[in-house]
């Protein structure tokens, strides 16, 4: 019974498939899909089809998935559409059961593959999906709440068994940040009265005091890495000033501070504010520091600053940092890092990278990097401060 129904099903699949093929065209074809002899022929096809059981076994399930409008990067915490392509390839027809339903499910991996802590997504597959007669299923998806190069693993599952495993497909897909958290400095600046709030403008500070006392714990820290009162300060990404303020009552007269950022007016406030010998403030590119004493500096700092940049930036950012560095001198910087990321994922707002990618951009310039501070970010990643030293910079 089984051979004469294969048999038949085999005659219908030719014939159709002939048929088609006759008319080639894919616009006759979908129209041949709307006549009575069509859904005659497929009636009878499917009825003749062996009955599927409770649940369907693995040599029946032949067939394949495909996401067809995967975006190219997505942003997190949001809702995308998924629109999926099931086809059976096996001689029955699938359909679950009310205690063995068949379910679409969509799950976010990590970039390592493994399951990301985020429930997947499922959908009830509740008509039966019959052999070489494709469906299509839409679901709204929830992407990840953290930024990451993440992959989205799309599968069948019957009874808590995924059906395809190693062949269900398998997306890889880098989730930024989401849109309502980005910032432009430029715009922050423009609109900002800095004359009140320049120490709000440039950090999460809840009152002026913090401000004040971060400062002072930022020089420590600098003093305790080095910093003197003779010693030449870069500062990139200066902002209003934090550090000019704190390092002009340390500095000496021998002593001076190099401060940039690529908001005009942040500069024009700092150039009116720090108006001192041996203090210098210019407007920076993105990727260009306009100071041109070369190998003159003996510390430079990020603070704040790569946890707004592009890791191809701050790469380039710390070339320029080397470049205005004596052969002895140090950077000190802070990163927002995650392993969820390959390199680096997130947006102006806030940007997570890979702490073994930054510290090979350092080796590559030849920098040794040491962890000084860490502090948890979001249950995915950590802040680190950290200092680079030459590689084998004995006195530094
Ligand atoms: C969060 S604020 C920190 C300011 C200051 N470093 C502080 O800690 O008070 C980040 C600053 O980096 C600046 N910035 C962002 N990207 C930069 C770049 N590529 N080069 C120089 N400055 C940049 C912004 O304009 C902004 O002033």
């Known amino acids: 019974m089984l051979a004469v129904r294969s048999t038949f099903t085999g005659i219908v699949d030719a014939l159709t498939l002939t048929l088609s093929l006759t008319l080639s065209e894919f616009s006759m074809r979908s129209f041949l899909k709307q006549t009575s002899l069509w859904r005659f022929l497929r009636g009878i096809k499917r009825g003749m089809l062996p009955p599927a059981g409770k649940v369907i076994s693995a040599e029946h399930r032949i067939g394949k998935l495909e996401w067809l409008n995967p975006p190219a990067a997505v942003e997190a915490r949001q809702t995308i559409e998924v629109q999926l392509r099931v086809l059976n390839d096996s001689p029955i027809a699938w359909l679950g059961t009310a205690a063995a339903p068949l379910t679409v499910r969509c799950q976010w991996l990590t970039r390592h593959g493994k399951p990301f802590d985020q429930d997947p997504t499922s959908l009830g597959i509740s008509s ?3 052999p070489a007669e494709p469906q299509e299923f839409r679901l709204s998806l929830p992407t990840p709440d953290v930024v990451g190069d993440f992959i989205l ?10 059906w395809f495993q190693d062949k269900a497909v398998r997306t890889p897909l880098t989730v930024i940040g989401s849109r309502a958290t980005d910032i432009d400095y430029h715009s922050v600046y423009r609109q900002a009265n800095l004359q009140e709030n320049h120490w709000w403008v440039v950090g999460a500070y809840h009152s002026k005091e913090e401000y004040d006392r971060s400062m002072q714990q930022r020089l420590d820290m600098l003093k305790d890495h080095g910093l003197t009162p003779d010693s030449w300060l870069l500062d990139i990404g200066c902002g209003t000033g934090q550090m000019a303020q704190v390092f002009r009552q340390f500095a000496s007269s021998k002593g001076g501070y190099s401060g940039c950022d690529i908001g ?10 720090f108006p001192i010998p041996n203090f210098h403030f210019t407007q920076s590119e993105m990727t260009r ?13 990020f603070f704040s600053v790569f946890t707004h940049t592009f890791t191809d930036e701050t790469a380039l950012l710390l070339s320029e940092a080397k470049r205005l560095l004596k052969p002895t001198g140090v950077i000190i910087a802070d990163v927002i890092t995650s392993d969820l990321v390959e390199r ?24 040794d990097s040491s962890v000084i501070g860490k502090w948890p970010w979001n249950r995915h990643s950590e802040r680190i401060m950290y200092i680079l030293r030459p590689h084998s910079c004995a006195s530094c």
């Open 128 to 130: 039966p999906l019959f």
């Open 153 to 162: 693993q799309v599968d069948i599952v019957q009874e808590g068994q995924s």
């Open 264 to 273: 005009r007016e942040a500069i024009d406030f700092c150039k009116k504010e």
């Open 289 to 301: 520091v306009p100071f041109e004493t070369n190998s003159t500096h003996d510390m430079a700092i």
């Open 344 to 367: 680096g994922a997130g947006h102006r707002g806030e940007m997570t990278v890979n702490r073994h990618h930054f510290e090979r951009l350092a080796a590559m310039l030849g920098y």
